[in-house]
């Protein structure tokens, strides 16, 4: 049985969540903040065209690097730092148990 | 004044085959849409991408999708109000509704039914200061008349598509144009990618890249702006500056017409017929919420076919009605067109 593993994400008031997420779901951040009824819209769906869900990497977990549709989008959104992420890029996997996130402010 | 029975705000997919499910109880229909075209987010967000889960359609492109709503619905004689947002709404002595758009039209029904899905495309704004402040003042976010920047100083900022084909239009317009991108990469057409690649090379325009435009500057208009390119920070005497990041949707000033709001939803009752908390105003698809929503093209068409039928009680409160199915009773347009199952030969065989 795969194991659920654990995310920290603090939100756009400083407020810390636990979320713990399925790895046998095909679920990627952004759904699993929607899961758990943040504030993280998904406009485009995921598909790296709106960038809704960009948020900072606090912790050093070896993330996939970013496709060429996620630099792209990220070099158009807003309040861009060097651990930007878009979540609906990252997908739920053992290698991230544990990440920590912060959200980025809404556009 | 524009006068119909049902009007409908949000010509997304939800919007559109409310049009049919009205026609079926011969109810006329007029759609407001602030996009230009109908279709919604399938045709702003996703025309070319396939939907495989729209019932009986293994795969099929949203655009085609809406392409076949429009086909469908097109008997039924639609109106539109296109490139228009609805922004107010009140009600007359005699209980029907005056929407107003932003551009004045005015349409007047006894029902309304808001399809707004996410809400209205709005552009997306760097958050820059005193953006707010120099907007007509030298900032624009769409294109109206290309004709207003004839010899004028345009900056452009953005990657993608919008920003590539406006640096080559305007090219042709304006005195000088400068593009600015945060990276060198552009995600475009690669045929418009190589015309402003040409154009840099020739001299014709300024590609400042990899580079971010940092303030606005200007009294009581914009005259210049200045960028950070990798440190440093170079200042560019403009009249205009266009920032072209794409649309983003906002709910907009629906929010404000006094209907319950939740996550970003209009509330409605779903276990009668979609009604919001002021009687005569409808919500369906992706813009309502209730407990067990799901943002989906089939639950949309769904909520349109039961919402027509409470609309048609309100319309015609004297009349009974039964429900038909077009197999048997056909689809007849207001058009004039007939559409009808052949119908079966008796024949005497000796
Ligand atoms: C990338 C992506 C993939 C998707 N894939 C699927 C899928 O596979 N299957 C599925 O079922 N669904 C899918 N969806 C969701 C689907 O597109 C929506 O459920 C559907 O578009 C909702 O239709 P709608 O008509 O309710 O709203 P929309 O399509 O959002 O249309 C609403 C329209 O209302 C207009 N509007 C809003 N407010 C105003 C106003 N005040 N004045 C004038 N006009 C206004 C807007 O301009 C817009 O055109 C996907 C969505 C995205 C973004
Ligand atoms: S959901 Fe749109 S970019 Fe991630």
Same mark, same amino acid.
């Given at each position: 049985m795969p194991q659920d593993i654990t995310i920290y994400l603090t939100d756009r008031e400083g407020e810390l969540h636990t979320l713990i997420a399925p790895t046998d779901m095909q679920m990627n951040l952004m759904e699993i903040c929607k899961a758990y009824e943040l504030p993280v819209e998904g406009t485009c769906g995921g598909m790296a065209m709106c960038a809704s869900c960009q948020c900072y990497v606090e912790s050093d977990h070896p993330l996939p690097e970013r496709s060429d549709d996620e630099e792209a989008m990220l070099s158009e959104a807003f309040y861009v730092e060097e651990n930007s992420r878009l979540g609906c890029q990252i997908q739920m996997t053992d290698a991230i148990d544990g990440l920590k996130i912060r959200l980025a402010p809404s556009e | 004044m524009i006068k119909t029975d049902i009007l409908i705000i949000g010509a997304g997919p939800t919007g559109l085959f409310t049009v049919f499910e009205a026609g079926l109880l011969q109810l006329k229909c007029h759609l407001i849409d602030s996009l230009p075209m109908p279709g919604g987010q399938c045709a702003e967000i996703y025309p070319k991408k396939p939907i495989y =889960? &729209?019932?009986?359609?293994p795969e099929i492109l949203a655009g085609d999708l809406v392409k076949n709503l429009e086909q469908q619905i097109a008997p039924f004689q639609p109106g539109y109000t296109l490139g228009e947002s609805a922004v107010s709404i009140e009600k007359t002595a005699e209980n029907e509704f005056i929407v107003t758009t932003d551009k004045g039209t005015q349409h007047q029904a006894p029902v309304v039914a808001i399809a707004g899905g996410l809400g209205t495309f709005e552009p997306r704004k760097p958050p820059l200061k005193r953006l707010d402040f120099f907007e007509d003042k030298g900032v624009s976010y769409i294109i109206k008349e290309p004709e207003m920047y004839r010899d004028k100083k345009v900056v452009i900022a953005g990657g993608g598509d919008s920003a590539l084909d406006w640096t080559i239009f305007l090219e042709n317009v304006a005195a000088s144009v400068t593009l600015i991108h945060r990276r060198n990469e552009f995600r475009g057409a690669l045929d418009s990618v190589e015309k402003v690649q040409h154009l840099k090379n020739e001299g014709r325009i300024q590609l400042i890249t990899p580079a971010e435009v940092t303030t606005l500057e200007g009294e009581s208009k914009l005259t210049s702006i200045s960028v950070n390119k990798e440190g440093e920070i170079l200042k560019i005497d403009c009249d205009h500056f266009i920032p072209l990041f794409g649309l983003t949707p906002k709910l907009g000033p629906i929010a404000n017409w006094g209907l319950e709001i939740e996550k970003n939803a209009i509330k409605v009752d779903? !276990?009668? =017929?979609?009604? !919001?908390? &002021?009687?005569?105003i409808y919500a369906i698809g992706d813009v309502n919420t209730y407990p067990g929503k799901l943002k989906l093209i089939l639950c949309g068409f769904h909520e349109a076919t039961l919402m027509c039928q409470s609309a048609f009680k309100k319309i015609h409160p004297e009349k009974r009605n039964v429900l038909k199915y077009t197999t048997v009773s056909g689809v007849s347009g207001f058009d004039g067109s007939l559409k009808q199952a052949a119908k079966s030969t008796i024949k005497t065989i000796e």
């Open positions: - | =889960d &729209i019932p009986s359609h779903n !276990t009668l =017929d979609y009604q !919001t908390n &002021i009687p005569g």
